[in-house]
């Protein structure tokens, strides 16, 4: 079993920057994605970038020149570092690792709140 612990949210205005961090509990073998997600008051839990062990990216468009994801795989760490923060990212921010045919991990999550 793989424990995903996350840190760095908090309270910022708008214009500014967090910078999230999700450290995994064991070394991850194997093909893995890792990646960050959100989601919203009474909203659904919605993707906002991954990247695989291989260096794909993905994000969501609402947020492509303004986060950047970058992981340490010696670490087992990913990164979320959020720029230009808008109160619409405001947010609990979820880890997650999916070790491909295999097993599936989330954290518990980090609050961002962005004030205009």
């Known amino acids: 079993q793989v424990q995903l612990v996350e840190s760095g949210g ?16 064991k070394n991850i073998v194997g093909p893995n994605v890792m990646g960050w997600y959100r989601q919203a008051p009474g909203k659904q839990r919605e993707l906002v970038a991954t990247m695989s062990s291989g260096g794909a990216t993905n994000y969501a468009d609402s947020v492509k020149g303004r986060f950047t994801i970058t ?46």
Request: with cysteine; aromatic share 8%.
């Open 71 to 116: 992981r340490d795989n010696a670490k087992n760490t990913v990164y979320l570092q959020m720029n230009s923060l808008e109160p619409e990212d405001t947010a609990v921010y979820y880890c997650r690792l999916t070790k491909i045919l295999s097993s599936d991990y989330w954290g518990q999550g980090t609050q961002v709140t962005v004030s205009s």
């Open 10 to 25: 908090g309270l910022v205005q708008a214009g500014g920057s967090l910078r999230l961090s999700c450290a995994a509990s």
